[in-house]
């Protein structure tokens, strides 16, 4: 299977501490993934990587079919190439309608210009009444996005996401602060939603990761550990010793 | 999706409404065409607070909407201004020249003319040569065409290392300020080409109109400032109505979010300054001529701090809030500036407004900043029972983002 995200080799430094060492990870163009790993295994630095934030200090982190090279690539940039990222905690624009935060996530021309320009058609209000219909925010477009419940602003960030359009999906612990119900319909969300596309999911509760059923990696110290079915790494001695033993 | 930009704004229509009845009052109450109860400085007054106003809206376009505190965006006013001032002051004097020249017996060739101009500006800095800046000096498309280019490819550069290189929050402030700084000690200099601290003066007698009185010109200057201010009031409702107005917010609450959606944060940046600060110089345009003089201090950096006052106490955010705040800020100033607002005697101390204005300036800001954020503009939330939402708990800090303390224990 090629694979859509392939990074390879890749190390980073901050002030001597090296958060990840000489990491390679790839994930299919329609694949669910999840990702654990103690505090401090390099999870979200691993995120800042992919996303552009931190620069690694070698390695290559390569997306798509063009083979883009990801390194070069503004963090607007990769975006714009099709890597949508959750943060933990829902980051929506308060101040603006649920409509708002909608529309500026559609997927749509980005350049200043145009956007300036930019006139909402039926077709995109039909596609915003249908994201909110589908995230439970239907009744909620009018409602500036700060009035919501803290569940409400997950759901909206979801709904932001899914607007994107992204071909590569980094979730990072999407279940927290969520009821049960929610967690159920925030797993089968995030398992239709990797049927056309890849989704990495990072993860503390396992309870969540097993209802996931898929292929799991495991961090440690900035490297892979283990890779395989849960049931196989959960086996794996060298992650209990790390990570499952001291949970 | 058919509604026009009045009907989604119903803020605009009021507020050209009321721009629409201020100029004819004012017309109605001017010497030049009615009953003569605006006297013609006080006109030259309501003109300037009306360019002040639009260099408001600009300031409010960058630092309500876009959330950047620019503490430069006068020195691009007062470029405008420059650029406007060399036209009035070179065509003025040329017809001085020409017409003493009139008087000899050979008719002066152009080159003459040209070394009595030269002669004219430049001899209170010791001088007789035109400054190569002064080439097109001569022509007034030209110097409306630098209007835009000088300011805007001068914010262009400027912004594109700052934002380019991230500089953000408050130390793009101070990068501002350095900027209207510097320029304001160049152009201090004898040898800047623009008189140095003398300036430029006599901008308010328009050449070929010598024989309007100053009555009826500042009329017009009204007239045109009401012009300007009531079509960028239009175009930036619809800017920041839209959806680059949700970008640009989006911008100044969170910008690292912005960019995972796929927006150059930068480029908005940058656009959002080139235009902020040709807007200002158009501002300066009409502001100059009615001033009647220019000099290097305009650049000083306390002007850019004042228009972040107004903007700040009329309610940034919102563009009328700008509007108020420059406006009721610059005429209590000249109030209270004045000298016709009676002292108040305290026995130990007096306070003689001419000194405590800025005092009670200061106090305002001070309490504005911390008390009333919405400033003025706040009070039309307060009659229209809109609230912000009311959500308990302090924020958890930028990174955390949304949440806020309480949501974050849940």
């Not at chain 1, 993934?33 to 620069?55: L, Q, W, Y």
């Amino acid at each position: 299977m090629s694979s859509i995200l392939e990074v390879s080799g890749i190390s980073v430094t901050f002030d001597g501490f090296r958060a990840i060492n000489n990491l390679s990870f790839s994930i299919g163009p329609a694949e669910l993934r999840a990702i654990i790993g103690p505090n401090g295994a390099g999870k979200s630095t691993f995120m800042d990587i992919v996303t552009g934030k931190t620069r690694p200090d070698q390695g290559s982190v390569v997306f798509g079919e063009r083979s883009l090279n990801c390194l070069r690539m503004s963090e607007a940039q990769i975006a714009r190439a099709g890597i949508g990222r959750k943060f933990q905690r829902p980051t929506v624009f308060e101040d603006q309608t649920v409509t708002e935060n909608l529309t500026l996530a559609l997927k749509a021309p980005r350049g200043p210009l145009r956007v300036l320009g930019w006139k909402k058609k039926p077709v995109d209000q039909s596609r915003i009444e249908a994201l909110a219909a589908q995230v439970g925010l239907g009744d909620q477009l009018a409602r500036k996005s700060g009035e919501l419940s803290h569940g409400q602003k997950q759901w909206l960030e979801i709904g932001m996401l899914l607007a994107q359009e992204p071909r590569v999906l980094l979730v990072d612990e999407p279940a927290a602060g969520m009821t049960l119900a929610e967690r159920e319909q925030t797993t089968a969300m995030l398992v239709e939603m990797a049927k056309t596309r890849a989704v990495v999911v990072v993860e503390h509760d396992m309870e969540f990761i097993r209802r996931l059923n898929c292929k799991v990696t495991v961090l440690h110290e900035g490297a892979v550990l283990a890779e395989g079915s849960l049931d196989h790494v959960t086996r794996n001695p060298a992650v209990i010793d790390v990570y499952l033993g001291r949970g | 999706m058919k509604q026009g930009i009045l009907a989604k704004n119903p803020s605009v229509l009021i507020f050209l409404a009321i721009l629409a009845l201020f100029t004819i009052v004012v017309t109605f109450g001017s010497e030049a065409y009615g009953a003569g109860f605006v006297s013609t400085s006080f006109v030259k007054t309501l003109g300037k607070t009306l360019c002040l106003c639009l260099a408001a809206l600009a300031m409010d376009l960058i630092w309500g909407y876009a959330g950047i505190l620019s503490l430069g965006h006068m020195a691009f006013f007062a470029l405008g201004g420059y650029l406007i001032g060399m036209w009035l002051m070179y065509a003025r004097t040329e017809e001085i020249v020409v017409a003493a020249m009139a008087q000899d017996a050979l008719p002066a060739t152009a080159e003459e003319i040209r070394q009595g101009i030269a002669t004219q500006i430049f001899g209170v800095v010791g001088s007789s040569d035109l400054p190569v800046i002064w080439h097109f000096a001569h022509s007034l498309p030209i110097q409306l065409a630098l209007v835009v280019l000088v300011p805007g490819l001068l914010a262009l550069a400027f912004g594109w290392l700052a934002f380019r290189a991230r500089v953000t929050g408050v130390y793009l402030s101070i990068l501002t300020q350095a900027m209207t700084l510097a320029l304001a000690l160049y152009l201090f200099q004898n040898d800047s080409g623009l008189r140095g601290n003398n300036g430029l003066s006599g901008l308010q007698n328009l050449p070929g109109l010598g024989d309007v009185g100053q009555d009826r010109l500042s009329i017009w200057f009204f007239w045109a400032s009401a012009l300007g201010l009531g079509l960028a009031y239009v175009a930036l409702s619809g800017v920041v109505g839209g959806k680059f107005g949700s970008v640009i917010r989006a911008i100044r609450d969170d910008e690292a979010r912005v960019r995972f959606l796929g927006y150059s944060v930068e480029s908005y940046k940058l656009f959002v300054f080139t235009l902020t600060a040709v807007i200002c110089a158009f501002a300066g345009v009409l502001y100059y001529p009615q001033a009647g003089i220019i000099n290097p201090a305009e650049l000083a950096p306390i002007a850019s701090i004042y228009l972040a006052v107004w903007v700040a106490i009329g309610g940034r955010g919102r563009l009328y809030g700008a509007v108020i705040g420059a406006a009721f800020v610059s005429l209590m100033s000249s109030l209270f500036t004045g000298g016709r607002v009676p002292a108040i005697d305290l026995g130990i101390l007096r306070i003689d407004w001419v000194d405590w204005w800025q005092v009670l300036l200061g106090v305002v800001f001070v309490l504005v900043t911390l008390f009333a954020p919405k400033g003025i503009g706040g009070l039309f939330d307060l009659v229209l029972h809109r609230r912000s939402p009311d959500r308990k708990g302090a924020p958890l800090g930028p990174e955390d983002s949304a949440l806020r303390e309480k949501e974050a224990l849940e």
